[in-house]
């Protein structure tokens, strides 16, 4: 049941050959991006986050044909010639990073976030001033578990990356 | 991969129909966070799907000047949630929907699918009960449409034919507006959790009588359930604090929760109890109510 499907993959077109009884997490892994893990496999975790159209999906349970035509961002694609993208910079700094599973399925959450916000906010995305706490945050992730931080530092992380991203603009 | 045998892409309702009618036997799919994990858990029944995810004529939401309001099936409940909260349109399913799962699940997970899933403890369930939502369901054979509440027929079973596919839900003006809602979940975690109970209420006031309550819950019968017997007992009551201490201690009368790994018969019972006064009280100060 195979079927070739072309889509952007982290700003690049290509041609995937994927199987339709395929998840995207699956086809992606395949075709090399092991950035993305699978944890629970039933979209529970989060591990397994990418932007399909800048909208975060878990694609364990997202059908890889649904990938057609479509925008794909995954970890891979995050870091600019092995510059840290801010919110990478800001994981990195706040320690949120212990084994490192969760990682990316967090850190594609958290850019789709900011990213909303800075949008939001008509391109100014400003710490502290645009009414953004830690219970926000934390709701915003709710979709993402950690077994090593404890949160605390994730949510750092995501203060941080709030604060990068405006002063990167 | 997904134990899938057959898969067809349908690209319009009139499609949909006519796959469904065709292959016997086939499940709709179309956020998927439900049926690709029953996939993935070897659930037989799901072999042969028809995709409709993301089809134009599933995805519209219209709210009329006059205060209908039509929901498509294939909505997500990011976008339902985004379109309620920015016309300040049903509080109780705006908090229903952002009840559900996580971020990245209401980004895909429909409407639609919540309710034909069949859930006694489906998050939308209970709000689209009190503003009793009406469901348009489609096949060959024609259309038909009716009440959510009528449309359970049991724990995970709907009224749904084979051949057929869900394609709207709507709500009368008069079911939603001069209302106040609200909507709480009692669950062991705050997200990525199923209800133990879900309980939702709408109510309407005339100088702080009741002229009209709505009250449902997800989890205290085999199917999401409204209250009909209390509800009626209240018409024309004036709000205060006895009469909500009276709808507590009434609440059970029509309900049945059961014992589950989850939580205990008498447990189920108390939160039942708590969340009456609760939801009810909320309900009644977005009204307009003074308690």
């Known amino acids: 049941m195979k079927q070739i499907i072309q889509c952007q993959l982290n700003g690049k077109p290509v041609e995937l050959v994927v199987d339709v009884r395929q998840s995207l997490l699956e086809a992606l892994r395949s075709h090399g991006l092991t950035g993305c893990k699978e944890g629970c496999g039933v979209g529970e975790c989060g591990a397994c986050t990418v932007l399909i159209d800048e909208v975060p999906v878990d694609s364990c349970i997202t059908l890889a044909i649904r990938a057609e035509g479509r925008v794909i961002r995954t970890i891979e694609g995050e870091s600019i010639n092995g510059e840290l993208s801010p919110v990478q910079q800001a994981y990195v700094d706040a320690g949120a990073v212990q084994c490192g599973f969760c990682t990316p399925g967090l850190v594609m959450k958290t850019t789709s976030y900011i990213e909303g916000l800075a949008q939001s906010a008509g391109g100014c995305c400003q710490s502290g001033s645009n009414g953004i706490n830690r219970d926000d945050i934390r709701r915003e992730h709710a979709g993402n578990l950690c077994r090593c931080t404890g949160y605390q530092t994730v949510v750092d992380a995501v203060e941080k990356s709030i604060q990068y991203y405006s002063g990167q603009k | ?291």
């Open chain 2, 1 to 291: 991969m997904f134990p899938i045998d057959q898969y067809h892409r349908a690209n319009s309702i009139e499609q949909a129909c006519h796959l469904l009618a065709e292959n016997p036997g086939s499940k709709l799919i179309a956020g998927g966070t439900d049926v690709l994990i029953r996939l993935r858990e070897g659930k037989s029944g799901f072999g042969s799907l028809v995709d409709i995810h993301d089809l134009d004529e599933l995805t519209g939401i219209t709210h009329t000047p006059d205060g209908m309001l039509q929901v498509g099936s294939g909505v997500t409940f990011t976008r339902l949630i985004n379109f309620l909260k920015s016309d300040g349109l049903l509080p109780a399913l705006v908090e229903g929907a952002s009840s559900i799962g996580g971020p990245q699940v209401r980004n895909m997970a429909t409407l639609g699918g919540n309710i034909c899933n069949g859930a006694p403890s489906g998050d939308s369930a209970a709000p689209l009960l009190v503003f009793d939502a009406r469901v348009t369901l489609q096949s060959q054979r024609g259309k038909r449409e009716v009440p959510v509440e009528e449309f359970y027929a049991g724990p995970g079973k709907v009224h749904l034919e084979e051949d057929e596919i869900v394609t709207q839900f709507s709500i009368n003006p008069e079911s939603h507006q001069n209302t106040g809602s609200h909507f709480y979940k009692y669950a062991m975690r705050k997200a990525m959790d199923i209800a133990t109970i879900g309980c939702a209420a709408a109510c309407k006031l005339e100088d702080n009588r009741i002229e009209s309550l709505r009250l449902a819950y997800t989890v205290a019968a085999p199917v999401p359930k409204r209250c009909r017997v209390l509800e009626e007992q209240v018409i024309g009551q004036p709000v205060s604090r006895k009469l909500i201490a009276d709808i507590a201690s009434m609440v059970l009368e029509e309900l049945s929760p059961r014992n589950s790994w989850r939580a205990s018969k008498d447990f189920r019972e108390h939160i039942i109890r708590t969340l009456a006064d609760r939801v009810v009280s909320e309900a009644i100060i977005r009204a307009g109510g003074q308690l």
